[in-house]
């Protein structure tokens, strides 16, 4: 087997667990639907497990199941229990908690890859006014108010020679 197959081996394997997760975590939103008595509709499962439209309609069992959830009457809602009603209530802030860690996580790698891109850039800059002669201070965090543009760049001409 060569290493184009063993990649394409890979890449299968890695579509096919995640399109069955996809498929397990909308089984399980169909089966939480049922439990609270909401109606059985494409988006209402789509909302719950966090799948595309395409996904749902592109998997046949799926599709079907919905359809026929969804043409079925809805029996009265039967009284709920005190517990059953904060089971649901728990289980859905519990998902919900769930649904924003990961957001979270996302959005703090998200910020510290631009941080170490910034810090990156800023290093090169530094070297960069280095390499040209630059003896003065660097300042950092200077507001704008501090000077003008024409002022700063009558500076800069007088002390960074050209390359």
């Known amino acids: 087997m060569t290493a184009r197959d063993r990649r394409v081996a890979t890449l299968k394997a890695a579509a096919q667990a995640k399109s069955q997760a996809k498929t397990q975590a909308a089984d399980q939103a169909i089966r939480a639907l049922i439990k609270r008595g909401e109606p059985i509709t494409f988006q209402a499962v789509q ?40 089971n649901t209530v728990i289980m859905a802030l519990t998902s919900q908690i769930t649904r924003l860690k990961q957001q979270h996580r996302q959005e703090v790698q998200a910020l510290r890859t631009a941080l170490e891109r910034a810090h990156g850039e800023n290093l090169d800059l530094r070297r960069e006014l280095t390499r040209r002669g630059w003896t003065g201070p660097l300042r950092t965090g200077r507001s704008a108010s501090g000077c003008n543009e024409e002022s700063a760049r009558k500076t800069r001409s007088r002390t960074l020679p050209d390359s």
């Not at 395409?54 to 005190?82: C, K, M, S, V, W």
């Open 47 to 86: 909302r719950e497990a966090g799948v595309s439209h395409a996904f749902l309609y592109g998997h046949p069992d799926l599709r079907g199941r919905i359809e026929n959830l969804r043409a079925r009457p809805r029996p009265a809602q039967a009284q709920h229990t005190t517990v059953d009603a904060n």
